[in-house]
């Protein structure tokens, strides 16, 4: 009769075990696809675009919890950069919010996990609810499948000019063109300097003879 009693209890405990097996808050990061899904209590919550280490720079992959959390934090590393809403996972690997809200969407990162700063505060408020040891960071995919999914720039074609095949007579009478045309204004600059030019002035016939008589 106890073992029925104890059975019984067990069943009706049951439930509440599971609840609080699913009362976590899960961070999934896919660098392949450079977002970031949540889950709460085994429930999607939200999908967000993040940017993760580009090249030169590593995002570790694995599963982690929450180190410590700070609500504004100035990284000592990259010239005091602002790193709002940080969650340090694993050393100074953290996930915080950015600034650079259009680079999201694609490796940007020195190795950190980018969000917007709208929800990267989000998320520090839930692991503030539920507490760190209930909190879950999982990191999978490469960076460089995320780069391979990246549109290509295409490049510019240069338009090749088409060549005017033209008759003998044609290219004669545009040459004759050219050479009356250039003619012209040669006769034109020779006029204009002849018109600007100076003129010696005339001596009259009595100016000289006065000239010589009142000597």
Not at 9 to 22: E, G, I, K, R, Y
Not at 44 to 56: D, E, K, N, P, V
Request: net charge positive; proline share 4%.
């Amino acid at each position: 009769m106890k073992r029925l009693w104890t059975f019984l209890a067990l069943l009706l405990m049951l439930p509440f075990a599971v609840t609080q097996a699913w009362a976590k808050l899960e961070v999934i990061v896919d660098l392949s696809a450079q977002r970031m899904h949540v889950k709460v209590d085994g429930r999607h919550y939200a999908t967000w675009r993040i940017s993760s280490g580009r090249h030169g720079y590593y995002t570790p992959r694995g599963t982690y919890r929450p180190k410590w959390l700070k609500r504004m934090h100035y990284s000592r590393k990259y010239d005091n950069a602002p790193m709002p809403y940080s969650i340090f996972f694993r050393g100074g690997y953290a996930i915080h919010g950015t600034n650079h809200v259009s680079r999201l969407g694609r490796p940007a990162s020195h190795g950190c996990i980018r969000l917007s700063p709208a929800n990267a505060a989000t998320l520090f408020g839930l692991v503030k609810r539920h507490g760190r040891k209930n909190t879950i960071i999982r990191i999978t995919g490469s960076t460089a499948v995320a780069y391979a999914k990246l549109p290509k720039i295409r490049k510019k074609r240069s338009v090749k000019r088409r060549k005017v095949y033209r008759s003998r007579s044609a290219l004669a009478r545009r040459a004759a063109l050219r050479k009356k045309r250039r003619a012209a204004r040669h006769s034109r600059q020779r006029s204009h300097a002849r018109r600007h030019q100076r003129r010696a002035p005339r001596l009259d016939f009595i100016q000289v003879y006065g000239a010589t008589l009142f000597r």
